[in-house]
């Protein structure tokens, strides 16, 4: 009886066809969401091994993937773990992702059994008129640019239409991965390294 009450239940979920589904509608919430920046000059030789990386994967892996960003060049989504030379910036970035969620966002992600785990990882080389679509990350929790090489005419990265954030060597910046963003037309030179980062539980005994 109890098997037949259910069937009868999900019944006209199971009979959803593709011209028969459950109708979606958007409403827009005006929020604020942060955005953070800081210099990496302390980790100098992170920044010049990863600008080694981007060059030998322009060799190794010399197609760019299709995506939002039209530049001259942009490596593998997984480029770190395709060359290890990334391996210690990513590293570093986990370490300020996890500072930003205790002291700006209010979440010690150890205490609440989370971590952040680098999921995606690529390079770009921005040469005159490339630009990058608007467009967001979700579903990472975190993104971020990290600034290799910037000319001092390179285009800003520009946050919901309003925010212009002007780029400089060893800068980088980091968001919710759900921001929208993009970057204008660039007249300068640019070389950048982006992430996103997704959350995972740690259970002990079981995730190690």
């Given at each position: 009886m109890l098997l037949k009450y259910w069937i009868?239940?999900?019944?006209?979920?199971?009979?959803?066809?593709?011209?028969d589904k459950v109708q979606i509608r958007t409403v827009e919430v005006a929020t604020e969401m942060p955005v953070f920046i800081c210099d990496l000059t302390l980790i100098k030789p992170q920044l010049d091994l990863a600008r080694l990386a981007i060059e030998e994967l322009r060799v190794t892996h010399p197609n760019s993937p299709e995506s939002n960003v039209k530049s001259a060049y942009m490596s593998p989504w997984h480029s770190h773990l395709v060359n290890p030379k990334l391996l210690p910036l990513t590293e570093s970035a986990l370490t300020i992702a996890r500072e930003v969620s205790k002291t700006h966002l209010s979440a010690h992600l150890s205490s609440l059994n989370m971590d952040l785990v680098v999921t995606d990882c690529?390079?770009?080389?921005?040469?005159?008129?490339?630009?990058?679509?608007?467009?967001?990350?979700?579903?990472?929790?975190?993104?971020?640019?990290?600034?290799l090489e910037v000319h001092e005419d390179s285009a800003p990265i520009i946050f919901s239409g309003k925010l212009h954030i002007k780029p400089k060597p060893n800068m980088l910046?980091?968001?919710?991965?759900?921001l929208q963003h993009e970057v204008p037309a660039t007249t300068g030179r640019r070389v950048i390294v982006a992430m996103n980062m997704n959350k995972r539980a740690i259970f002990d005994g079981i995730n190690k």
């Open positions: 009868h239940l999900i019944r006209p979920y199971l009979a959803m066809t593709e011209n690529w390079g770009a080389i921005y040469e005159q008129s490339d630009y990058t679509k608007r467009h967001n990350h979700f579903p990472a929790e975190f993104s971020c640019v990290v600034y910046v980091m968001f919710p991965g759900i």
